[in-house]
């Protein structure tokens, strides 16, 4: 199964601050990758899929872009409702669609 | 506007099964497959399966071989994961999801609210 790989593994940050997240993938995954948050008590939320398109309803400051084995999300001027955990998640190996371990989003 | 809502809560003893359940609405059931995904307390995400609603294919996680099944009731929409020879370590949040989208661009876009399965002696 293909592995992801996601640091940092926690972060802090302050609001209105910009954050970037990197997930890489044990091998080429193409853009076949989906970015999730996830607040505690909650089910994951849908926010960016193949790699870089914003999910409908999903704020701007949130944004995505690799290709191949190396991905990135970020977050510029974070809002309190930002800290959470984000998770990346390979869609490239049907149907074994691998989530990374996840990063804890804290305030400062 | 779509919807997967997920059973309740359930408590087991070690070596029983538990059955979730998930149904749909606000789509047409049968153009989506729906994966299940399971998160231990205060761990990551660990894929377990997927069904064709359709035509009822199922596709399991090499850890779960053998002790998962998974069903669907197009007449109600609704899809079933049941796992059996419950162990501590099963005791997790299981969630439903629709795996929407075209081809290359496809994702996990709707999720149920999770059922929380324990087991414990």
């Known amino acids: 199964d293909i592995q992801l790989t996601q640091s940092p593994s926690f972060l802090s940050a302050s609001v209105g601050d910009r954050v970037t997240i990197t997930c890489r993938a044990s091998?080429?995954?193409?853009?076949?990758l989906a970015w999730y948050q996830q607040k505690p008590g909650k089910a994951p939320k849908l926010l960016i899929y193949?790699?870089?398109t914003l999910q409908s309803g999903v704020p701007s400051r949130f944004s995505g872009s690799g290709s191949g084995t190396e991905f990135t999300l970020a977050i510029i001027s974070l809002q309190p409702e930002d800290f959470a955990t984000y998770y990346c998640q390979q869609l490239n190996t049907y149907p074994r669609y691998t989530f990374g371990q996840g990063t804890k989003l804290e305030i400062k | 506007q779509v919807q997967l809502v997920q059973s309740g809560a359930e408590v087991k003893k070690p070596g029983a099964s538990v059955k979730v359940s998930c149904k749909a609405s606000g789509y047409t059931f049968t153009s989506y497959y729906i994966h299940w995904v399971r998160q231990a307390p205060g761990q990551g995400l660990e894929w377990m399966g997927v069904?064709?609603?359709?035509?009822?294919?199922?596709n399991y996680a090499q850890n779960f071989q053998g002790r998962v099944t998974m069903t669907r009731d197009t007449s109600t929409s609704t899809v079933y994961m049941e796992l059996s020879s419950l162990r501590s370590d099963d005791t997790a949040v299981y969630y439903c999801?629709?795996?929407?989208?075209?081809?290359?661009?496809?994702?996990?876009?709707?999720w149920g609210q999770g059922t929380l399965v324990t087991v414990s002696s």
């Open positions: 069904i064709n609603s359709s035509g009822g294919n199922t």
């Open positions: 091998q080429g995954i193409s853009n076949f």
């Open positions: 999801a629709r795996e929407g989208g075209s081809y290359f661009e496809k994702s996990f876009d709707y």
């Open positions: 193949a790699a870089s």
